[in-house]
Structures are given as structure tokens and as C-alpha cells.
């Protein structure tokens, strides 16, 4: 035997003797579902691989991965910040007050989630600015009532 004795097993029950060519048939059969299966089971895991991959850069660019909170809204936030940015885990830090909201227009109504940030802060710890398709980020102004919609959002109330 000069072969690895799998490859002596897999052969031998694949080859048809005289009479029972319909084991051999079985056999050959199953080895290709068997392959099949495992391919598939490839390509399947690899494209979860990418897209989990895909998503969570997309998701964590956006969410951030650590908030402060408090009880009462911070008056100098600046100096909270500069506490947190001692720790060397800490890339960057931003103010945001959050509150929910209700969107309408002719009778369509969607619940939406409000975000108040520092403009100039915000391209720090967010990748917003880098997929707003219409206007800029910077173009808010602190004082002034300007917002940034999401596309799914703007296309069902059709704004521009």
C-alpha cells in the first residue's frame, strides 16, 4: 500500500465491481452531496463573515460605543470629556442630547430619534459626515435649526 489509507478506502468503494455497478453508483453520488454540501457551507460562511464585518463598521461608525450620562444636562461637558479622554482607550469624545420624535407629513406619520451635536465635534467620533450625500456637516451652525435626515426618511416624505 503506497497511498494514505483514506484515499485506499474512498477508492476502493468507489470503484464498481462486475455486478454491483449500483453501489458504485451510491457511493459517487453521495461523495458529490457530500462535496457540495461543504462548499456551500464555504461560500455561505464566508459571505456572513463579510457582511457581519461590513455591518459592524457601518453600525459602530455611527452608534457610539460608550455614552455618559447624567441626571441633569451637563453645563461643561468639555472638562467630563477631558476626564474620559485620560484613559488611553479613549480615541475621542463629543457632546449629544438625544429625545425621541414624531415625524409627519400629509398624514404619514414615523417616530424618529432627535440628536443635538457639536458639529465640529462629531466628525471625531462619527462617520455621519462622511455619507451625508446632500449639504455638509459643517454647515449646521450652532443656534440655527439645520438637520440631517436619513435617506430612507427624506424619500418617504419626499424631501430634499
Do not use: C
Not at 15 to 31: C, E, G, L, P, Y
Not at 56 to 67: D, E
Not at 103 to 112: F, T
Request: proline share 6%; glycine share 10%.
Amino acid at each position: 500500500m503506497f497511498r494514505p489509507l483514506p484515499i485506499f478506502i474512498g477508492a476502493r468503494y468507489t470503484r464498481a465491481k462486475r455486478r454491483n455497478h449500483f453501489i458504485s453508483f451510491i457511493s459517487m453520488t453521495s461523495m458529490i452531496g457530500l462535496s457540495l454540501g461543504v462548499l456551500a457551507m464555504i461560500v455561505v460562511l464566508s459571505v456572513m463573515n463579510g457582511f457581519q464585518r461590513e455591518m459592524s463598521s457601518r453600525i459602530l461608525g455611527l452608534v457610539p460605543h460608550a455614552a455618559i450620562l447624567g441626571a441633569q444636562p451637563l453645563d461643561d461637558w468639555r472638562k467630563v470629556a477631558e476626564q474620559a479622554m485620560r484613559n488611553p482607550a479613549v480615541m475621542a469624545a463629543a457632546p449629544i442630547t438625544e429625545m425621541e420624535g414624531m415625524l409627519s407629513y400629509k398624514g404619514a406619520m414615523q417616530p424618529i430619534q432627535v440628536s443635538g451635536i457639536d458639529p465640529d465635534e462629531e466628525g471625531k467620533v462619527s462617520i455621519v459626515g462622511q455619507h451625508i450625500v446632500q449639504g455638509r456637516l459643517q454647515a449646521l451652525q450652532p443656534g440655527e435649526f439645520g438637520v440631517v435626515i436619513g435617506e430612507l426618511t427624506a424619500r418617504r416624505f419626499r424631501l430634499n
